[in-house]
């Protein structure tokens, strides 16, 4: 693959990766709330999870939603419980941050099933995989998963560290409750791209 293609495959994987999105929102509220190995963890899960769903769809995943009846209308339902689910505990947070390391964060399987519900995740893919690779070509698909896999990674614990940031200048549980409140409206209101998609 030669180095003309990798800049733009890079530029998409960043854009597509740092834009606003149910798994940045779920990554700046879990660097606010939780200790920041936590919301790594949750990263590293959603970036190994996208980019499994990524070279799933580049050998053909994205056409068997086509195929299969009911399966693309099943994974939206299924997302749009999961983001309303995610978003309802953020509502009712009490603003409070947790006291050492023993608190329930989004983790590991979190970040990775996340991903898979994501209509973000599975636009990303399908748009990524159309453009710059030739149809089911093995080799495109790995490099350029390789390519969004650390693109990917820095570009969700940029917002893991913005979170982080807020919690440190941040410690009034009336600022942190307001946050995570317009934090659970802006995930449900992705929810709305899922239904009228």
Known sequence: MSLSMILPMSTFALA???SPGPVNLVCLSSGSRYP???GLVFVTGATLGFIALFIAVGLGLYSMLTVVPGLQEALRWAGVAFLLYLSFR???DDGRL????????PGFMTGALMQWLNPKAWLASASGIGAYTSGNDLQQVIT????YL???W????????????????????????TTN???AVLLAASCVYLLIE
Request: with cysteine; proline share 6%.
């Open 150 to 152: 650390p693109i990917c």
């Open 144 to 147: 350029f998963a390789l390519l």
């Open 90 to 92: 953020l509502a009712r």
């Open 98 to 105: 947790p006291e050492g390391d023993n608190h329930e964060a």
């Open 181 to 183: 409140r317009t934090l």
């Open 36 to 38: 920041l190995s936590r």
């Open 16 to 18: 597509a990766s740092i």
């Open 154 to 177: 820095l570009s969700l614990g940029s917002w893991v560290y913005a979170g982080a940031f807020l919690r440190r200048y941040v410690h009034r549980p009336a600022v942190l409750i």
